[in-house]
Every structure is written in C-alpha cells, then in structure tokens.
C-alpha cells in the first residue's frame, strides 16, 4: 500500500512563501495522477491542485491561481506545492492525495483514495 507524507509546512506572515513536499512510497508514483486539498477548523476539505502523472495536466482553484504552483518530479517520488503571496485565508491543514477514481471532477475529494497525514500551513496578518 502507498504512503504519502506531507512536509514544508510552517508558520508565515502575510505575503509570504512556503513550499510544500509530498514524499510517496514505491514504485509506482510515475503512474498516479495527484492532488492538493486544504482544510481549515470547522470547513469541509477543498481543492487546492490537480497534476497528472506526467505533468502535462495541471489545475488549481480559483482562489490559488496565480499564487500556487503545482509539480513533481517523478524520479524522486516527489510532489511539490510552490505558494507564494500567502494570505491568511491560506491558513489550513495541507494534504497530498492519489486520485483513484475518474468518475466525477478532480476538484472532488471523493475521487482519492491515499492521503498523507497533513501539514499545517499558518499565515498570520
């Protein structure tokens, strides 16, 4: 079974950056296509971005785009979430995820089966 671990989180002013690593285990990861989802206390989890396995399909949320880059580096077993001019709405537990099921949108969180752990991303005003 995959195991995806989360890191690079922190604790940032306003406008800053951080860049968030997602590790998985295996031999497989050149053959997953894969998502960032963020929840904050009290909300449901949301989409943040969406690579495929190649890297030639990329998208993100609205309120991230411009802000967020999404990557990964296959040979390393290696996602990565560039962020940068972090607002406080930010703030929230950042996930890694597999996507296991095409039935429906990628934005859809039901649409992943393996979850890393979280790291948590705190931007202060």
């Known amino acids: 079974q995959v195991q995806l671990v989360e890191s690079g989180g922190g604790l940032v002013q306003t406008g800053g950056s951080l860049r968030l690593s997602c590790a998985a285990s295996?031999?497989?990861?050149?053959?997953?296509?894969m998502g960032w989802f963020r929840q904050a206390p009290g909300r449901e989890r949301e989409f943040v971005a969406y690579?495929?396995?190649?890297?030639?399909?990329?998208n993100y949320a609205d309120s991230v785009k411009g802000r967020f880059t999404i990557s990964r580096d296959n040979a390393k077993n290696t996602m990565y979430l560039q962020m940068n001019s972090l607002k406080p709405e930010d703030t929230a537990l950042y996930y890694c995820?597999?996507?296991?099921?095409?039935?429906?949108?990628?934005?859809?969180?039901?649409?992943?089966?393996?979850w890393g752990q979280g790291t948590q991303v705190t931007v202060s005003s």
């Open positions: 690579i495929d396995r190649s890297g030639g399909i990329i």
């Open positions: 995820a597999i996507r296991s099921s095409y039935l429906t949108t990628m934005s859809a969180p039901a649409q992943y089966k393996y």
């Open positions: 295996g031999r497989t990861f050149r053959t997953y296509d």
